[in-house]
């Protein structure tokens, strides 16, 4: 995500740090490269401009904090634009009504269907009743890959196979609704493979009938400038109030984007990662600008540990850690709950300094030995796991055999595993003793969570 505009920023910023004062000259060498950066990475040549001139009055005109760079107090002013240009703040969903609609729409191939799942889901965790209708009467397996999405999530799917009237379906739909007591319905509509009139006017239609309190534009964000064409056409129908930006995990240069919010005057809502249905996040200005500066964002990091880890077992398993009790059987619960956040890229990627981790490190290798290691500990007896002393060279030859590797590699696995338990035991009379004398080991409490 943003992978070529992020790393030119980091080179700018590289230089901006060594900066001893702030000058017209050197500010304007940054700003021409931050500006080409921002052009490359397909942002609206306009706003790429009206976001230079507003950071060089900011540089210029503010007086340096004496315990702040120069260099570094530039680098803040080019954050805060950016936060402001992405919307300032999280713009969440409005719902109001009942039941309450929201209407999906966007262009052939944007990924509305898949979308309008996400959203399903999210609203779902929210305590409310989603209905997903299935409004695409055009594309042939729209109903299907929406019913199937439903089954998935646990949502009722409203189809209608063989009706080409959008309307006739709204209002059954609507019927529905109230007979299974939901009380927000995802509407998923046809797309074109560019804009057209009578697309339009069957979105403009169908709005009026359903009177949604959201009307989301879905965005591939990979169509750069692009998108913020088709978004201002779309506007000027149906009057949107926000837009879903998807696709984000490709090769998406982030230009729509950082245009939208300027060109089109309304807020990016959500933001798709993946292809899971769970690759799905409310788009934070902040965390945003954060990601592309090369500043992480361990606060999203945060809430997927807290959405996909136990932390009642994460607690249990740091108590065991702190007295030396630690098995193979909490190892594999450890290896088992890392899988659960997702591909170690992403994860790195979040945080500070990640995206050039990244490129020092093969985390596809990472991976693979995190499923080798897993293998070889599921090779085991339960009675192994929780006793290791009863690993004796037969049994480990048994367990290389059962898990398909090495006995060396079983070997790696138990040094590995007795060199962490020995740091946990390490650590824990550390903290007794530092307790003794009235302090705490910095991080120690972070153990296992």
């Known amino acids: 995500m943003f992978d070529s505009l992020s790393g030119k920023l980091q080179n700018v910023f590289r230089n901006l740090r060594g900066l001893g004062k702030i000058s017209d000259a050197n500010v304007a060498d940054a700003l021409r490269d931050v500006r080409l950066a921002l052009l490359e990475a397909d942002v609206h040549f306009k706003v790429a401009k009206d976001f230079i001139e507003k950071v060089k009055t900011q540089a210029l005109g503010q007086e340096v904090i004496q315990s702040v760079q120069p260099g570094q107090q530039i680098i803040k002013v080019i954050h805060d634009e950016l936060v402001n240009l992405l919307g300032g703040e999280n713009a969440g969903l409005q719902l109001s009504g009942n039941p309450a609609c929201i209407l999906m729409c966007g262009l052939h191939g944007s990924g509305k269907t898949t979308s309008s799942a996400k959203l399903a889901r999210l609203i779902l965790k929210q305590g409310r009743q989603p209905l997903l209708v299935a409004a695409d009467v055009y594309r042939p397996a729209a109903m299907d890959q929406l019913a199937v999405l439903g089954e998935k999530l646990g949502v009722p799917v409203f189809t209608k196979p063989g009706e080409t009237d959008v309307l006739v379906i709204a209002r059954e739909a609507l019927e529905v609704a109230r007979t299974k007591n939901c009380n927000t319905l995802v509407f998923d509509t046809a797309g074109r493979l560019q804009i057209d009139e009578p697309l339009l006017q069957e979105l403009v239609r169908l709005r009026d009938l359903i009177r949604p309190c959201e009307i989301l534009l879905v965005l591939d964000a990979a169509t750069g400038q692009e998108a913020v064409h088709v978004a201002t056409h779309f506007d000027q129908a149906l009057g949107v109030t926000g837009a879903i930006l998807t696709k984000l995990d490709g090769d998406a240069r982030g230009g729509s984007a950082l245009s939208f919010r300027s060109v089109v005057g309304k807020p990016i809502k959500f933001m798709g990662t993946g292809e899971k249905l769970e690759d799905f996040e409310p788009f934070h200005p902040e965390r945003m600008a954060q990601r592309i500066l090369g500043m992480g964002d361990v606060v999203t990091l945060v809430e997927k540990a807290a959405e996909k880890i136990d932390m009642d077992e994460a607690a249990r398993l740091e108590e065991k850690m702190r007295k030396g009790q630690f098995t193979l059987q909490d190892f594999l619960d450890q290896l088992?709950?890392?899988?659960?956040?997702?591909?170690?890229?992403?994860?790195?990627?979040?945080?500070?300094?990640?995206?050039?981790?990244?490129?020092?490190?093969?985390?596809?290798?990472?991976?693979?030995?995190?499923?080798?290691?897993?293998?070889?500990?599921?090779?085991?007896?339960?009675?192994?796991?929780?006793?290791?002393?009863?690993?004796?060279?037969?049994?480990?030859?048994?367990?290389?055999?059962?898990?398909?590797?090495?006995?060396?590699?079983?070997?790696?696995?138990?040094?590995?595993?007795?060199?962490?338990?020995?740091?946990?035991?390490?650590?824990?009379?550390?903290?007794?003793m530092f307790g003794k004398m009235g302090g705490k080991i910095p991080g120690m409490g972070m153990l296992g969570r």
């Not at 981790?357 to 070889?376: P, S």
Request: charged share 35%; proline share 4%; aromatic share 4%.
């Open 336 to 432: 088992r709950a890392m899988k659960r956040l997702g591909p170690l890229e992403d994860l790195v990627s979040l945080l500070p300094n990640g995206d050039q981790l990244i490129k020092g490190a093969d985390l596809k290798q990472g991976e693979r030995e995190f499923r080798r290691m897993e293998g070889i500990v599921c090779a085991m007896t339960p009675k192994e796991r929780n006793n290791p002393a009863l690993l004796n060279a037969k049994r480990r030859q048994r367990i290389a055999k059962g898990s398909g590797v090495s006995v060396t590699e079983v070997n790696n696995v138990l040094r590995r595993f007795d060199e962490m338990r020995d740091m946990m035991r390490k650590f824990s009379k550390m903290q007794k």
